[in-house]
């Protein structure tokens, strides 16, 4: 049987037809078998696959049930159609859907992968506030965060390690109300086994080795990626000797910085100070 070829470049939802004929193909279903079971036929999941025509938010949702892909086909779904998102950032959050380990280190907010819907609501209407985009934008910037959280409840999940610092647990984002909801969470996720935070209070001073927000992949053939942003546009790092030192620096702050019981008990600290002043 003669496979027509896709051309990443022939439509903009071409690379999610060719992720997905990749994930079916990896479970050995054929297009007759997978069809039904996310709400199309056969011919259309054809058209779907060689990008002739666009998918719906629902079927890519029933794609990543049927193909138990932790939420990829969402995500990228999310990507191709929020023209909202940074430039660079859609190609980041692909290989962040399907890494082993994701690296953070954050400065002045909360990580998105950690963000509670009302803190990320908080965050995007000030922007709108302060008249950087609408609020139909928003509300798309909104809902590609909260997709990219369903990583985290892949099988296996990705091992994410996330130090924060002190800024983003002391900056009150959306009242106190929202800050003390997302400082919850935070506690609630430093519990599971594959979530690892880390605080990086202010008093490490001039030992911690970033100024910038770093996100490091860990991809299943054991590369790194490293990724940045610079004027308004983020980009892949895959240089091996730039990204070996951002490596090396990552595990220089995860020494210095208090480790993962008392890091916890920092964040449980800044939230009943919230608590403490609102009485």
């Not at 980041?92 to 953070?104: D, F, G, T, V």
């Not at 990580?111 to 000030?126: K, N, P």
Request: hydrophobic share 40%; charged share 30%.
């Amino acid at each position: 049987m003669n496979k027509k070829k896709i051309d990443p470049e022939s439509s903009p939802w071409a690379p999610f037809g060719i992720q997905l004929r990749a994930f079916r193909e990896a479970r050995d279903l054929l297009q007759e078998e997978l069809a039904p079971l996310i709400g199309c036929s056969p011919s259309h999941l054809s058209y779907i696959e060689l990008a002739h025509r666009p998918p719906t938010r629902k079927l890519a949702e029933l794609a990543d049930i049927a193909l138990d892909t932790g939420g990829t086909m969402l995500l990228m779904w999310y990507q191709l159609k929020n023209a909202a998102i940074l430039e660079g950032f859609p190609e980041y959050a692909r290989y962040e859907s399907l890494a082993e380990q994701i690296r953070i280190f954050e400065i002045d907010v909360i990580a998105g992968l950690l963000q509670t819907r009302a803190y990320a609501t908080a965050i995007e209407m000030g922007y709108v506030r302060q008249g950087n985009g609408t609020e139909e934008l928003a509300k798309e910037r909104i809902e590609f965060r909260l997709a990219r959280q369903k990583i985290m409840e892949r099988t296996p999940p990705p091992l994410v390690h996330v130090v924060l610092d002190e800024s983003c647990l002391r900056r009150v984002v959306g009242g106190r109300d929202v800050m003390v909801e997302q400082l919850l969470h935070l506690e609630k996720l430093a519990e599971r086994p594959e979530v690892l935070i880390q605080v990086a209070p202010f008093t490490l001073g001039e030992n911690r080795p970033f100024t910038r927000v770093v996100h490091l992949l860990t991809m299943p053939n054991r590369k790194v990626l490293a990724y940045g942003e610079i004027e308004q546009r983020g980009y892949i790092d895959r240089d091996t000797k730039s990204v070996a030192v951002l490596t090396k620096s990552y595990d220089r702050l995860v020494v210095e910085a208090p480790g993962r019981a008392e890091s916890l008990a920092f964040i449980r600290a800044a939230r009943r100070d919230l608590e403490w002043m609102s009485t």
